[in-house]
């Protein structure tokens, strides 16, 4: 059962671009959406994380968009690097319950 | 800044053989969690441990694994008869909390020939 579909799989954006990776989710008790990064032979690194209560937190260039409404959540990367090419996945928890992983979306930022 | 370590690196065992994948977690977390990769694929969990027992574990999680914690720093995840599609990277994670603030190792690299 996939609880978290994420998308795109693979995303090519020009330094200095905005990426934006999308998350829904279906099990109404997450409360706890964290993004990962993960980089080539390294395990995912938690990058920023929000809670349902507040629609939006931003953290330097990444700011999550959260609309609890459409079950949907959104990791925004602006001004994109290309160091911040990676493997993004996005997360989803409930109180009882372990961390479920989106697919993954690959990213490039082209110099 | 603490980390989570994990040996060996890669291994390569032959079909039917057993393996044990090892972990170090941070020394203050109480919760312990074996994730796997397949290759340019979804990070899928495999079981989650605290207070020395199994706490939750997925369907892949099957009678051919096993968890243990073996002393106070110790966590290994044992495969019994290994299978060519267990080949992965298995990530072992530890936290303080339940589901938050999870610490990723960099991973064991198994393939199974």
């Known amino acids: 059962q996939q609880q978290v579909k994420q998308s795109p799989q693979s995303l090519i954006v020009q330094k200095g671009g905005i990426s934006i990776i999308n998350c829904a989710y279906e099990?109404?008790?997450?409360?706890?959406f964290p993004w990962y990064q993960q980089f080539p032979g390294k395990g995912p690194a938690l990058l920023i994380a929000i809670r349902p209560d507040v629609s939006e937190k931003k953290e330097g260039r990444f700011t999550i968009s959260f609309n609890k409404s459409a079950k949907q959540f959104s990791l925004h990367i602006m001004d994109s690097q290309p160091g911040d090419s990676a493997t993004y996945f996005c997360a989803a928890s409930s109180f009882g319950d372990d961390m479920r992983f989106g697919a993954g979306t690959r990213l490039t930022v082209k110099p | 800044e603490p980390e989570v370590t994990q040996t060996p690196s890669h291994q390569v065992t032959q079909m039917g053989q057993e393996v044990i994948l090892r972990c170090v977690p941070i020394s203050n977390h109480l919760y312990f969690y074996w994730y796997r990769q397949i290759l340019g694929q979804k990070v899928e969990f495999l079981v989650s441990?605290?207070?020395?027992?199994?706490?939750?574990k997925s369907e892949i999680f099957d009678d051919q694994f096993s968890v243990e914690r073996p002393d106070g720093s110790n966590f290994t995840l044992k495969i019994r008869s290994t299978k060519l599609e267990d080949s992965a990277m298995y990530f072992c994670?530890?936290?303080?909390?339940?589901?938050?603030?999870?610490?990723f190792g960099s991973g064991t690299r198994l393939t199974v020939v």
């Open positions: 441990f605290y207070n020395n027992e199994i706490s939750e």
């Open positions: 994670a530890s936290s303080t909390g339940s589901r938050y603030g999870y610490t």
């Open positions: 099990n109404t008790a997450f409360d706890y």
